[in-house]
Protein backbone atom coordinates (compact mmCIF):
# COMPACT_ATOMS: atom_id res chain seq x y z
CA UNK A 1 0.00 0.00 0.00
CA UNK A 2 1.30 3.24 -0.65
CA UNK A 3 -0.13 6.63 -0.32
CA UNK A 4 0.73 10.19 -1.24
CA UNK A 5 -0.68 12.97 -0.01
CA UNK A 6 -0.20 16.57 -1.11
CA UNK A 7 -2.04 19.79 -1.28
CA UNK A 8 -0.85 21.29 1.94
CA UNK A 9 0.66 24.79 2.82
CA UNK A 10 -0.16 27.64 4.20
CA UNK A 11 -3.72 29.91 4.20
CA UNK A 12 -5.08 32.55 6.00
CA UNK A 13 -7.85 31.76 8.61
CA UNK A 14 -10.88 31.96 6.12
CA UNK A 15 -9.41 30.96 3.10
CA UNK A 16 -9.13 27.17 1.60
CA UNK A 17 -7.22 23.98 0.09
CA UNK A 18 -7.88 21.03 -1.21
CA UNK A 19 -5.63 17.96 -0.19
CA UNK A 20 -5.35 15.10 -2.57
CA UNK A 21 -3.95 11.47 -1.26
CA UNK A 22 -3.27 9.24 -4.40
CA UNK A 23 -3.39 5.47 -3.41
CA UNK A 24 -1.62 2.16 -4.85
CA UNK A 25 -1.58 -1.14 -3.89
CA UNK A 26 -4.81 -2.78 -3.35
CA UNK A 27 -8.34 -2.41 -4.74
CA UNK A 28 -8.91 1.50 -4.03
CA UNK A 29 -13.00 1.31 -4.84
CA UNK A 30 -13.15 -1.77 -2.70
CA UNK A 31 -12.41 0.39 1.09
CA UNK A 32 -13.42 2.71 3.22
CA UNK A 33 -10.84 5.48 3.08
CA UNK A 34 -10.57 8.45 5.80
CA UNK A 35 -8.40 11.90 6.37
CA UNK A 36 -6.76 12.14 9.87
CA UNK A 37 -4.86 14.98 11.40
CA UNK A 38 -2.08 15.42 14.04
CA UNK A 39 -1.67 18.76 16.12
CA UNK A 40 1.62 18.69 17.60
CA UNK A 41 0.88 17.40 21.25
CA UNK A 42 -2.07 15.96 20.94
CA UNK A 43 -3.16 12.41 19.53
CA UNK A 44 -4.64 11.63 16.11
CA UNK A 45 -8.01 12.91 15.36
CA UNK A 46 -10.21 11.52 12.57
CA UNK A 47 -12.02 14.23 10.35
CA UNK A 48 -13.91 13.06 7.70
CA UNK A 49 -14.20 9.26 5.83
CA UNK A 50 -15.97 7.98 3.04
CA UNK A 51 -17.21 4.74 2.06
CA UNK A 52 -16.17 3.05 -0.79
CA UNK A 53 -19.49 3.44 -3.02
CA UNK A 54 -19.20 7.21 -1.41
CA UNK A 55 -23.05 5.86 0.28
CA UNK A 56 -21.72 7.37 4.12
CA UNK A 57 -19.93 9.64 5.16
CA UNK A 58 -18.46 10.67 8.29
CA UNK A 59 -17.37 14.21 9.58
CA UNK A 60 -15.82 15.48 13.24
CA UNK A 61 -18.11 17.63 14.65
CA UNK A 62 -15.18 20.47 14.28
CA UNK A 63 -15.21 20.71 10.35
CA UNK A 64 -19.01 20.00 9.42
CA UNK A 65 -20.26 21.84 6.87
CA UNK A 66 -16.89 23.24 6.49
CA UNK A 67 -14.97 20.29 5.09
CA UNK A 68 -15.84 18.10 2.22
CA UNK A 69 -14.39 14.66 1.79
CA UNK A 70 -14.89 12.84 -1.98
CA UNK A 71 -13.07 10.23 -4.33
CA UNK A 72 -12.38 9.44 -7.55
CA UNK A 73 -12.49 5.80 -7.94
CA UNK A 74 -11.05 5.84 -11.62
CA UNK A 75 -8.01 7.63 -10.39
CA UNK A 76 -7.57 5.76 -7.09
CA UNK A 77 -7.67 9.40 -5.50
CA UNK A 78 -9.25 10.96 -2.40
CA UNK A 79 -9.77 14.66 -1.84
CA UNK A 80 -10.40 16.88 1.16
CA UNK A 81 -11.79 20.34 0.07
CA UNK A 82 -11.25 22.49 3.32
CA UNK A 83 -13.17 25.72 3.44
CA UNK A 84 -13.55 28.65 5.35
CA UNK A 85 -10.62 27.32 7.63
CA UNK A 86 -9.50 28.02 11.23
CA UNK A 87 -6.50 28.20 12.77
CA UNK A 88 -7.66 24.85 15.11
CA UNK A 89 -7.11 23.36 11.49
CA UNK A 90 -3.35 23.66 11.87
CA UNK A 91 -2.03 20.01 11.79
CA UNK A 92 -0.32 17.49 9.97
CA UNK A 93 -3.32 15.82 7.76
CA UNK A 94 -2.59 12.30 6.66
CA UNK A 95 -4.75 9.90 4.32
CA UNK A 96 -5.32 6.45 5.63
CA UNK A 97 -6.32 3.82 3.79
CA UNK A 98 -7.72 1.00 3.81
CA UNK A 99 -9.56 2.82 6.72
CA UNK A 100 -8.16 0.68 9.54
CA UNK A 101 -5.74 -1.20 8.66
CA UNK A 102 -2.77 0.91 10.21
CA UNK A 103 -1.62 2.24 6.65
CA UNK A 104 -0.94 6.20 6.16
CA UNK A 105 0.67 8.31 3.78
CA UNK A 106 3.70 10.86 4.63
CA UNK A 107 1.23 13.57 5.25
CA UNK A 108 0.51 16.77 4.35
CA UNK A 109 1.26 20.00 6.94
CA UNK A 110 -1.45 22.70 7.01
CA UNK A 111 -0.70 25.99 8.70
CA UNK A 112 -3.55 28.58 8.97
CA UNK A 113 -2.47 31.81 10.61
Known amino acids: VQLVESGGGSVQAGGSLRLSCAASGFTFSFYYIGWVRQVPGKGMECVSS????????YYADSVKGLFTISRDNAKNTVYLQMNSMKSEDTALYFC???WGTGYWGQGTQVTVS
Open 50 to 57: LYSDTSAT
Open 96 to 98: AAP
